[in-house]
């Protein structure tokens, strides 16, 4: 049985808040940049957040003070905390690698990274 990598999506309405979980086997978070990206049918998926193996992070401008990333090196878990959520956070989420395995994130393009999980569902009514 393939275990889901991606979890903790669900419904609500605006104003609350989730907090996803990503636990890959396939990196390990602490030596390499990794990310959320959010996809929408008919888009392609945009980066919301960015995090680099020292801690540094690059968010999204629509999410910049509603989410924090954070991550657990010895679990090897990613996590996502969103609060204030709004209906335009609506989307599947997906965690990423970098796909050169670089420490720093390069930059928010879905090319620059490796996707494996089927993501997590987030639906947000208002």
Do not use: H
Request: proline letters at 4%; hydrophobic letters at 30%.
């Amino acid at each position: 049985q393939v275990q889901p990598v991606e979890s903790g999506g669900g419904s609500l309405a605006a104003g609350g808040s989730l907090r996803l979980s990503c636990k890959p086997s396939e990196y390990d978070i602490a030596t390499v940049c990794v990310a959320w990206f959010r996809w929408v049918p008919g888009k392609v998926r945009e980066r919301v957040v960015g995090l680099d193996t020292d801690g540094g992070t690059t968010y999204r401008d629509s999410v910049q003070g509603r989410f924090t990333v954070s991550k657990d090196n010895a679990k090897n878990i990613l996590y996502l905390q969103m609060d204030n959520l709004k209906p335009e956070d609506t989307g599947m989420y997906y965690c990423a690698a970098d796909r050169l395995r670089r420490r720093n994130c390069y930059g928010p393009a879905q090319e620059n990274y490796d996707f494996w999980g089927q993501g997590t569902q987030v639906t947000v009514s208002s």
